[in-house]
């Protein structure tokens, strides 16, 4: 639709104006700058920072269900600019104008609910959002799409004329980089930074392909981390790791997109994160929170942070009950078929801590928390959600796990209605697929196949038949017609085929 087919009062609100007056915050001491400069870490106190809109109050003016009209009046609404995370503009990037947007089909991802057999199995109502299903294959493309909105804002204003791009990454992050950084070339170059040997083929050929320069570093991705961080601190490079404030902003439209795809109805929800720099689980929680205050929402719904037993300081350090006592200690990972999120000193521990606090506070209940689940689980529930239609990845698996390892904690029970965020394509993800299939797991991931899970093809060669297609080499004739005989009657014996009565 265009904007004159809607109601008057409905048009001035549906095509944003660039507006609000962000500013970055500091988590460590609460000092604020302004956004005219990219920032990462506070000047003063070197802590993580998250933006705020100074004139927030202004949205408040807007009644929490003319702002339920105007985001499914956008649904409808044939602007690029508007059909993915800044279909939320005035939450995600309000001083951002059209023209700044970076639209690469990214957001409005699929929420499916899961089929009967697997929630009986699970023992409560649940849904996938197929996060997979963004551009470059993960959630990290909203994200992305924020940050890059920005540089191409600070571009066409004139604040720089070049940049280049740099992230550390586990793979999805530089994937994501690469292809929005190469969208505005030649103004924008990229260059990624890999722990060498640990990101899958699918995740190193998308930065090749996307023309980034790719560096593979030894060690893991924190050792990664520390270089680009060492880079931006030092050199005139923009950081587009989740330690960039801006990559927050765009992922909390994962947070809105699941409100409005329940109609706004949060009651009862329980929406289940893998965590592995915590960008995202922070973006979840501050999104939530957002339209609880705007009244877009009424209800915060419950959030299960989930980690692998070998990559899991978050859940380590909520551990402990006592909050006084809480101690943040990096832990040293282990193999672990959830890649992505294989860290073990998460950048955003200090934001995850703040919302955590915030999140409890506002919804009168402590209704965040994080469980562990293990190597096993996470690969037997990734297959076992394939096995009933779905494309989950292996962070896809670990949210399914922590939904069983939740209920058992009585966390959640079979009266809440569970989204399972499915953060990546499984197709980047298919070694460990294979790695399973093959009984090929090297020890240290501690995983052993279950024989009912594991699949194969079948090669079929019938004995008996002298000659056989090849490539260039086609039967023909009598050999032709033997061969089509012979390899469909092994089929029809192996699958059990009967017969088509002849009348
Ligand atoms: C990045 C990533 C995660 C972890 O998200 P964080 O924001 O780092 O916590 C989980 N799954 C996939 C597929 C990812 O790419
Ligand atoms: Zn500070």
Excluded at 327 to 346: H, L
Excluded at 369 to 380: G, R
Excluded at 472 to 500: C, M, N, T, W, Y
Aim: charged residues 20%; glycine residues 8%; proline residues 6%.
């Amino acid at each position: 639709m265009k904007p004159h087919q809607f109601p008057p009062e409905m048009q001035q609100l549906l095509v944003p104006e660039p507006r609000g007056h962000l500013n970055y915050r500091c988590l460590g001491c609460g000092s604020e700058y302004g956004i005219a400069r990219l920032l990462y870490t506070c000047p003063e106190c070197g802590q993580v920072l998250l933006i705020y809109d100074a004139d927030f109050s202004r949205l408040k003016e807007v009644p929490g269900e003319q702002w339920r009209r105007i985001f499914d009046s956008r649904r409808m609404l044939n602007i690029p600019a508007l059909k993915g995370i800044y279909r939320y503009h005035e939450l995600i990037g309000p001083i951002l104008s059209q023209e700044d947007i970076l639209y690469l089909g990214e957001g409005h991802t699929p929420l499916v609910e899961a089929n009967p057999l697997l929630q009986e199995r699970v023992g409560l109502r649940f849904f996938f959002k197929n996060d997979g299903q963004n551009p470059s294959a993960s959630f990290k493309d909203r994200g992305m799409a924020s940050a890059l909105s920005y540089i191409r804002h600070l571009i066409r204003s004139g604040a720089v004329s070049e940049v280049l791009a740099v992230c550390a990454s586990t793979g999805d992050t530089s994937a994501a980089a690469a292809l929005y950084a190469a969208y505005l070339q030649p103004k924008v170059k990229s260059a990624v930074l890999l722990p060498h040997g640990k990101v899958t083929p699918q995740q190193l050929a998308q930065p090749l392909g996307a023309g980034a320069v790719v560096f593979e570093i030894p060690g893991v991705f924190d050792d990664c981390m520390k270089v680009v961080e060492s880079l931006a601190e030092r050199y005139h490079v923009a950081l587009l790791n989740s330690k960039n404030a801006w990559r927050i902003l765009g992922q909390e439209s994962y947070a809105y997109e699941i409100a409005q795809d329940f109609d706004y109805d949060m009651k009862n929800r329980a929406v289940v994160v893998p965590v592995g720099n915590a960008g995202n689980i922070t973006a979840v929680m501050s999104g939530f929170l957002k339209l609880l205050e705007l009244g877009i929402i009424e209800d915060l719904p419950k959030i299960v942070g989930v980690q692998s037993v070998h990559a899991n300081p978050v859940v380590r350090y909520y551990t402990e009950t006592d909050p006084q006592k809480r101690r943040f200690v990096p832990v040293t990972v282990r193999a672990s078929v959830a890649q992505a999120a294989m860290i073990g000193n998460p950048v955003s521990m200090p934001r995850v801590v703040h919302l955590v606090e915030q999140y409890h506070r506002a919804a009168g209940a402590e209704k965040v928390c994080f469980v562990e689940v293990s190597e096993q689980e996470i690969m037997d529930w990734q297959l076992l959600a394939n096995r009933n239609g779905h494309i989950a990845c292996t962070h896809g698996g670990e949210s399914l796990a922590a939904v069983a390892a939740a209920m058992q904690r009585g966390f959640l029970d079979a009266t809440d209605i569970a989204v399972i965020d499915s953060t990546a394509h499984v197709l980047k993800f298919l070694g460990f697929q294979e790695m399973y299939f093959e009984n090929r797991f090297p020890a240290e991931y501690e995983v052993t196949p279950h024989r009912h899970l594991v699949n194969a093809p079948l090669q079929i060669r019938p004995q008996g038949l002298k000659r056989f297609p090849a490539p260039g080499h086609p039967l023909e004739g009598e050999d032709f017609q033997a061969f089509v005989q012979a390899v469909s009657e092994d089929i029809a014996g192996r699958l059990q085929l009967k017969k088509v009565a002849l009348s």
